[in-house]
């Protein structure tokens, strides 16, 4: 990023001093002209104005060329203009230098302001958060500053303020918008013991949070430093783009010396072809194509961030546009992750009993299903069984006893390593695991008492977004560590194309790769860190619903804030905007360099249309870029 926009840029296009300055040397040159044309000034008078107009917008990009020629040592687009805008002053062609000053200023000047308007709205983000918190010391609320705020502070937030940095409900509880940080327009119910964000909104009741993060290191400021370094990392076609022009710029500058020699080594014109070098330094610059990826890009990832979707730079942004595959974790991606009892069948006694006798044996557990047991029997009103000689059995269950008798509870596994006869049971337990459930029994030893059947609940848009990414042209495939039949159940439910089951970490990394030959690149959807091999394994991978989250957020290419799967289509219709955009700036802009440059060789252009043609593709090149945050 140039120095201009470096901290961002808030007020009209006409205030931000590079683009000011051109048009005043416009306002000022166009003066000139006009009043000549006119009579009303001599010719001598009239290149006074073009003297003024010429420093005036010229001096923030000559200053940057120069700077870039002694300090990187590189020979940019200033250094063509500013070549030609001399040797137009050396012909004495005033109106066409102080025109080339303007135009090229001009295009210049409104990049710069785009990508500084980009970074403030970035940056902006950061004063949604309250600069006072009202903290709780010693039993009294003291208002302080927000930067002081320290992880263990206790700080009031009442409805309608904002939080001023992360933390955790101790008391209370409402409802939040959590937009700056997740995206999300739709407020979300908290209470004691979740998490909250900086800058989301209080709609409700008072709370009482205990800070988690300091000021500067809350979840909003990460997302800003985020987004920043991300503009700045540039993809591999980008990089392509810049290392052709580092090289291309010094040989349109050598050719342009040998149009200035031709006169004397084959007694031509000195004048036509004095004129013809400065055209071709004109109309060679490859201004527009210089500039095609950063803008798309940079409006891209600028966008998505604001959408709470944080994409790390440019290279996984032109990613995102070539996928063709899109892999997702199971569980804690198309599902919540949190297991539910969906069936009770008792074979003996009631549904109380057996609930009864189960919760009791999986009250010490801190299995999910055990968890989700535990928490039917709570929430039906059912009381624990008691239970003494509590033992886990890992991966199979848990044993206990229940006024003297050992009781089992736990996968059929289990029960067939006991000896149990499970025929009464069998027609009951793959009907369930057909349905994608999963099944656990409670008996002993003499017989089985009777099961339940939990499931993971598929989060409610997980359908329709495989349905629109089946519309991209996408294919969807499902890399989980359940059992196939479980799978492939969820499968059917969702609509995905192929399921790849009982995978361990290193069998999802070596589906990835079997995708990516077979189909391309691949997109690998995943819940944080758990699926980090994966992840890092494909083209591109996407961690969702990390806000509060370091290490998911650094494991990911891309990193949803958001626990929202629809923000999956929304990233990849960004990256094919920006790529498809991208692609449309660099036809154009070798299109009219393979157009320009032989007619700028033979003759035919003058520098005023030359200049015209070249600063016009530059300003189209940059509104072209600008459609990549909109989709």
């Not at 500058?253 to 020699?261: D, I, K, P, Q």
């Amino acid at each position: 990023m140039k120095e201009t926009h470096e901290d961002g840029f808030d007020g009209p296009w006409w205030r931000y001093p590079p683009l000011r300055n051109a048009l005043l040397s416009g306002l000022i040159a166009g003066a000139g002209f006009v009043l000549a044309h006119l009579g009303l000034i001599a010719e001598s008078v009239e290149n006074v104005f073009y003297w003024v107009a010429i420093p005036l917008g010229g001096w923030h990009w000559t200053r940057e060329g120069i700077e870039k020629l002694f300090e990187e040592k590189e020979v940019g687009i200033e250094i063509l203009m500013i070549a030609a805008t001399a040797g137009s002053a050396i012909l004495g062609l005033w109106e066409e230098a102080a025109a080339l000053v303007f135009l090229y200023g001009a295009a210049e000047g409104t990049e710069e302001y785009t990508y500084a308007r980009t970074r403030h709205a970035i940056r902006a983000l950061i004063d949604l958060a309250p600069k006072e918190a009202h903290v709780l010391r010693d039993g009294q609320e003291i208002t302080v500053p927000a930067d002081s705020l320290k992880p263990g502070d206790r700080f009031l937030v009442r409805p309608g303020e904002a939080l001023p940095t992360d933390g955790i409900i101790r008391v209370g509880e409402s409802s939040l918008d959590e937009s700056p940080v997740t995206g999300e327009s739709v407020p979300v119910d908290k209470g004691p013991g979740m998490k909250v964000f900086a800058a989301s909104i209080n709609r409700q009741g008072a709370l009482e949070i205990e800070a988690t993060a300091a000021f500067a290191d809350n979840t909003l400021s990460k997302i800003i430093h985020l987004v920043e370094e991300a503009q700045e990392r540039k993809g591999k076609a980008q990089q392509w783009i810049e290392r052709f022009g580092r090289r291309y710029s010094p040989a349109v500058l050598v050719v342009s010396g040998l149009f200035l020699l031709a006169p004397w080594a084959f007694d031509l014109s000195w004048e036509e072809w004095s004129l013809r070098a400065v055209v071709l330094l004109v109309a060679a610059a490859p201004c527009a194509l210089i500039m095609s990826m950063p803008m798309a890009m940079a409006a891209g990832i600028g966008a998505a961030g604001r959408r709470g979707i944080l994409i790390k730079g440019g290279a996984h942004l032109e990613h995102l546009g070539i996928i063709r595959v899109v892999a997702f974790d199971k569980t804690g991606t198309l599902t919540h992750g949190e297991p539910v009892v969906t069936d009770v069948i008792p074979l003996a006694g009631n549904e109380g009993e057996l609930l009864a006798l189960a919760s009791g044996l999986e009250h010490f557990s801190e299995h999910p299903l055990a968890k989700a047991i535990v928490n039917k029997a709570r929430e039906t009103g059912v009381s624990a069984a008691e239970v003494s000689g509590f033992e886990a059995l890992t991966g199979a269950g848990a044993k206990g006893l229940v006024q003297g008798q050992a009781w089992y509870v736990g996968n059929p596994k289990l029960f067939e390593g006991q000896g149990a006869d499970l025929s009464a049971v069998q027609t009951q337990v793959a009907r369930l695991q057909e349905e994608g459930k999963t099944v656990v029994l409670i008996g002993n030893t003499t017989g089985i008492r009777g099961l339940l059947a939990l499931q993971d609940r598929i989060r409610a848009e997980a359908k329709q977004v495989i349905a629109a990414l089946h519309a991209l042209g996408l294919r969807t495939v499902m890399l989980t560590g359940d059992n196939a039949r479980t799978a492939q159940a969820f499968a059917r439910m969702l609509g995905i194309d192929d399921v790849r089951a009982e995978l361990k970490p290193d069998d999802k990394v070596r589906a990835v790769g079997q995708l990516e030959c077979e189909h391309g690149a691949v997109l690998m959807v995943g819940d944080g860190v758990n699926d980090a091999p994966a992840l890092a394994a494909a083209t591109c991978g996407m961690a969702m619903g990390v806000a509060g989250s370091d290490a998911a957020i650094e494991a990911a290419d891309i990193a949803l804030m958001a626990d929202d799967l629809r923000k999956v289509e929304e990233a990849l219709r960004l990256g094919r905007k920006a790529r498809r955009v991208s692609l449309q700036n660099i036809v154009f802009s070798i299109a009219i360099l393979a157009a320009m440059i032989p007619l700028a060789v033979v003759g035919i252009l003058g520098v005023a249309v030359t200049v015209l043609v070249h600063e016009t593709s530059e300003l189209l090149a940059v509104a072209n870029g600008l459609r990549a945050a909109r989709v």
